[in-house]
């Protein structure tokens, strides 16, 4: 095949695909390319490789895929708007399903949310939620809140916003030269002296976001802008929120006039068993986050919500006025938008932002059932997410769960994700009791015959 022809080529054929060009996020390049895991098509439930082998989606792509893959509502509308309006600008400029989207999205939140602010990612959310935060307190006359307080073990993405209020030392260390000064971090919640192998929230934990009266009497309350955290911490293994631990953080965020970011990139549409993770664990935040779910992954997407007053806090000074100076060449993207209203009308018609509520009590027993089986130190869960995580190897960490990885891929055609020695799933929404047995069974066998 000569070079134009490939460039021409939607499907190019495995035998013949260079892997030297591209480099990978997120991944050992070398590694990977020594052994690649090469994925060709995808339909509802499953991932297809070029061979044609079927491969079990235990992990709804990277969180996103929630109504499961290729589904010909989405797939339609993405096609009909290409043919439609391909782009349209949205500084000073507009087009309906923007308008229409926003609608729809905010009455998913319902109240107190008022205004969607949209992004093409969840990295550019986060930082577009502090850049709001910092806006905020000065449009109201508090220009000195500048600080910002995230979470060890958070993932908040990789903007520079994301990994300065973000806790995962890998995604930080490389660039800590160049990070936001004014950044400080609440502890984490995991702890298996205490709550290895809990179903759902742990009961221990809650006077963790004491330690946010700390900061605040360190750094003086008047100082501080914004707490971000994620309602469940999932890219660094699913760390489930202790009961009360949220709403210990909301009360002492009001009292002191801070505002409460959740980062809902995971969490949101239906991953822990109602339209967003607030809605489920019962605490109202300032802002929140979203992308992923969005439009289930099909064009890339994302947005903050933001609570009644904080918009209306930006409208001041002349009518003709830019009053936020922000935004993306592809804020609202005509593909995105629709492919996201055509996902919102599949979830509701087919019941699935409050399917992990149904299949939640089956999921965690599915799970738990893996407790005893070899390596594995604690097992957690909470609507459709999980997390089975793995004792080390002496100086090796990360290398057994890797192994797992690559295993029930090739050997029993499920794919898992893991971080360290943590195997992380959250299936698509539309995941079957017959997956989930499938999936956990064929976990179990893995974890049974690495060393």
């Known amino acids: 095949m000569n070079d134009i022809a490939k460039m021409g080529s939607l499907a190019p054929d ?97 109240k107190p949310f008022s205004q969607v602010f949209f992004t093409n990612s969840g990295s550019e959310a986060v930082d577009s939620a502090l850049k709001m935060a910092l806006a905020y307190h000065r449009a109201r006359g508090e220009g000195q809140r500048t600080r910002l307080i995230g979470r060890e073990r958070g993932y908040n993405g990789v903007g520079f916003g994301g990994i300065s209020v973000g806790g995962i030392s890998a995604n930080r260390k490389t660039f800590s030269g160049a990070l936001l000064p004014a950044v400080d971090h609440l502890p984490h919640t995991h702890d298996l002296a205490h709550n290895a192998y809990s179903r759902g929230q742990p009961a221990w934990g809650a006077h963790l ?132 209203l055509a996902t919102l009308k599949l979830y509701q018609d087919e019941g699935l932002l409050t399917r992990a509520a149904e299949l939640a009590a089956y999921w965690e027993d599915a799970l738990h059932a893996l407790k005893g089986t070899r390596h594995v130190i604690d097992i957690r869960n909470i609507g459709l997410m999980g997390a089975v995580e793995l004792e080390s190897r002496a100086g090796a960490v990360g290398a057994r769960a890797y192994d797992a990885h690559v295993k029930a891929f090739f050997d029993e055609g499920i794919m898992i994700r893991y971080t360290g020695d943590i195997i992380a799933l959250s299936p698509p929404l539309i995941v079957q009791k017959a997956h989930i047995d499938e999936l956990v069974g064929k976990l179990g066998k893995v974890l049974a015959t690495i060393d």
């Open 14 to 110: 495995a035998t013949d695909t260079d892997l030297s060009a591209f480099w990978m996020p997120f991944t050992a390049n070398r590694q990977y390319k020594a052994a690649p895991r090469l994925l060709a098509r995808a339909q509802d439930m499953h991932y297809y490789t070029p061979e044609g082998r079927a491969v079990l989606d235990g992990t709804a792509g990277l969180w996103c895929v929630n109504a499961g893959h290729c589904r010909k509502p989405i797939v339609d509308a993405i096609a009909q708007a290409a043919g439609s309006l391909d782009f349209a600008p949205t500084f000073q400029m507009g087009h309906p399903m923007a308008f229409e989207l926003s609608r729809q999205l905010v009455a998913l939140a319902g």
């Open 209 to 340: 976001a004491d330690e946010l009266e700390r900061l605040i009497a360190l750094h003086d309350a008047s100082t501080i802008a914004a707490v971000i955290v994620e309602p469940v911490a999932g890219s660094t293994g699913v760390l489930v929120p202790p009961v009360g631990y949220l709403r210990k953080l909301r009360e002492i965020t009001e009292r002191h006039g801070i505002l409460l970011i959740f980062d809902e990139v995971i969490t949101g549409f239906g991953r822990i068993g109602q339209p967003f993770g607030f809605q489920q664990l019962g605490v109202v935040p300032d802002l929140f986050t979203v992308a992923k779910g969005i439009n289930s992954g099909t064009v890339p997407m994302g947005a903050v919500f933001a609570r009644e007053g904080i918009y209306d806090a930006f409208m001041q000074g002349p009518a003709g006025s830019i009053e936020f100076f922000h935004g993306y060449t592809y804020s609202a993207h005509p593909l995105a938008c629709a492919a996201s």
